[in-house]
């Protein structure tokens, strides 16, 4: 459905409904709301200019918006402030963390009502039968073993969670539970078989799959194969998100088998994480949009997110050979003191550096060795000149003397890139990030600040400081957009009859304060969250309420 048709489509379900009004316009409104927000400057959603007025919120939804008086429970007054349909992040990894961290803790706290899980080919389920017969008696997470969507969907149902969820169905872990992880191409059985388990993982209510074409056992698919299962989703009229083959050296043929797939399948495309990685690749931006718009014109349903950073995050192990990454940290450390050896890892890492554009472009986050805290949020240049060591010297020292334990920040994006993504039309933001707490288990990574700040940066950067967006149409791409990608129902708009999942939030002073070396900040200029008409977020404070729903 286009989107100007799904708006129109709910205008009239809201209208069915014969609650409330919409415009200004009062039909007979039932009186008393349990809360109402009052005298906030209203962003729909749908893109346009904001409006003016109160929003009634009853049974957990909207029940109405114009001047509603103050018959309510709790009033809520939202002057100076901005208000907005929750924010749908269409591309994370949450999906066990909340078990870690049941308030959702970074996601809700940045606005995010709603976090779609499964993404780049990886997903907690499907697993196959004798996974699930050797596994079925014990607990996971505390609950009974799954083996579907429907049983995972389950655990979260029982457990209460704080942010709505959804996922896709992974289809490296779909691949997994029918062929196992090695290189071995589909059979027509094997083909038939995915297809059926993911048909019933879509009736059971999957948003779609997601393909992470760069990691095993996803990687083995044929893109024939991949056709196939994808025709699956497109009777159900889900979404196929994919992370492609190649985000650097061959982004441009890797998009085009991407619109293949989707072109020959029928299924609706979300590119998911769209980048040009490494200097020597920044240049194919425009290529890559110039490619969607073209598939767009073709007839393809076609869109695309992407994390606003230009840093992806990873352990800085990442710089040695995979082959010698292998076996226990020992026995990886035996091979990073040996100098003969050493010198061989070496000469890869200073290629892989090379690539990204330098020793500049390599931040090191935390490090907890002792004598090591000056290098603590440096970028490997400034940490060279710092000890008087050479790259790889440097990087090696801090390999060992953290025993493998330390994080990089690799600055392979180019910053001009991400703002000609965020012009276009088909963009959205998606943190490819996860469910992180300051406090519990979670709070012992270091995650890419990207799960803390994605959406408050988007509203601080793109939006006030480098003017890429106006508020209204990054409202629009934080929410209806992303709704209408995932059929999500009664989402994504702020219209009587939806469910009241509401950020409000100061468009003046919204920033990120999550870094690459300190990421477990919560962001400023969120207020107040609403999740189904449950105050979550009060004044920057988390209520303790847990009303999520699976969506
Ligand atoms: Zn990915």
Redesign the pocket.
Known sequence: MERRDFIRTTLIGAAALGVGFYGGRKIGIKQPFETIIKNGVIYTGDGKAPIKGDIGIRDGRIAAIGTLGDNADFILDAKGLAISPGWIDIHTHTDTNLFLAPKGDSRIFQGITTDIGG??GDSPFPYSDAHYEANKDTLRHGYPFWQDIDGFYDAYRKQGIGINYGSFVGQGQLRSAVIGDNNIPATPETLAKMCSILDREMEMGAVGISL?LEYAPSSYASDEELIELCKVVAKHDGLYAI?MRNEDDFVEESLKDAIRIARDSGARLQV??LKAQNAANWHKMPTLLAMIDQAKAEGIDIAFDRYPYIAFSTSLSSFIPLNDRQGSSEEVLARLTDDVKAAEIGRYAESRIKRLGGPQNVLIATCRAEGNSQYSGKNVAECCQISGMEVWPMIRHLLISEKLNVQMAGFAMKEENIQMEYRHPLSMPGS?GSVYSPEGPLSESIPHPRSYGSFPRLFCKYVREDKILDLATAVHKCSALPASRLKLKERGLLIPGYWADVVVFNPDTIEERSTYDNPHQFPVGIEHVFVNGVWTIKEGSHTGKLAGVIV
Do not use: T
């Open positions: 993404n780049c992470g992370h998911s994480h490819d």
